[in-house]
């Protein structure tokens, strides 16, 4: 029967490095799949409000996966149909260990994204073009504590997320982190650290949507580059690793693409799709 869906990562994947941008070979490529009748699905460690441009003006594109895997929203019904929550409990553990080292910390609730006042000031220090760190002041809500955050959200949230972090901290919270009970640490850039809970991933939730949707996961193609694609990856049974992709997305993945720059995407759809 062929590829039925594409879960397509976005930053390192589907967008160039200014994590802003589709060039036209990867759009066409895309809009040349729906047409085909093939779902594509947006995979994002973003939550709903940060998803790029061009799939607003995409015709087609239904679901997205959120939040690296913690939500699946139906564009079409304006809903969530599956989430994964972290409790709100183990998310007060976590700010109190996070709390003596004034990191901006989001925490990614409903499909937007939260920061407190005081930590927003560290937004100047990201790793990112200036035209995305505008974007990314342009998303946040601001709140005084996360604590009103949580009271509202007794289910708990999404999930977290450090978004730059020095190496030798990082180092030592990801070590704190991984030892906790009920949370999964992964990464989509080479200084964050993302949070969700145990069990929470790209792939959970692609599974979960294509027994939704009645697709076999020998119908799935995935495409990714970091970490946070890795279940994703080891679901699909066509699993494609972009050439700038990280060992790890590499080693789970059965092939390999060119890079975001040069179109892999592109390159990934037109030979296995199209």
Known sequence: MGIQLVALDMDGTVLLDDHLTVTPA?????????????????????????????????DGIRYVINSNGASVWD???????????????????????????????????????????????????????????????????????????????PEGVEKLNLAHVESGLREKLWKQFEAMPGVTVVSSAGSNIELNRDGASKGDALHHLCQRLQIPPENVMAVGDSGNDVEMLRYARCSVAMENGTPEAKAAAKYRTASNEQDGVARAIEQFVL
């Open 26 to 58: 990867v759009r066409r490529s895309i809009e040349q799949a729906l047409a085909k009748g093939v779902t594509v699905v947006p995979a994002t460690g973003r939550v709903a409000a940060m998803l790029p441009k061009v799939f607003y003006e995409l």
């Open 75 to 153: 564009r079409v019904e304006n809903r969530v149909i599956y989430s994964n929550p972290i409790p709100a409990e183990t998310v007060r553990q976590i700010l109190q260990i996070l709390e003596p080292y004034g990191l901006l910390t989001q925490i990614y609730c409903g499909g937007n994204i939260y920061a407190e006042k005081r930590s927003l000031v560290r937004v100047v220090d990201l790793p990112f073009a200036v035209e995305f760190i505008e974007n990314i002041r342009k998303t946040q809500i601001e709140l005084d504590s996360f604590q009103t955050l949580l009271e509202e959200h």
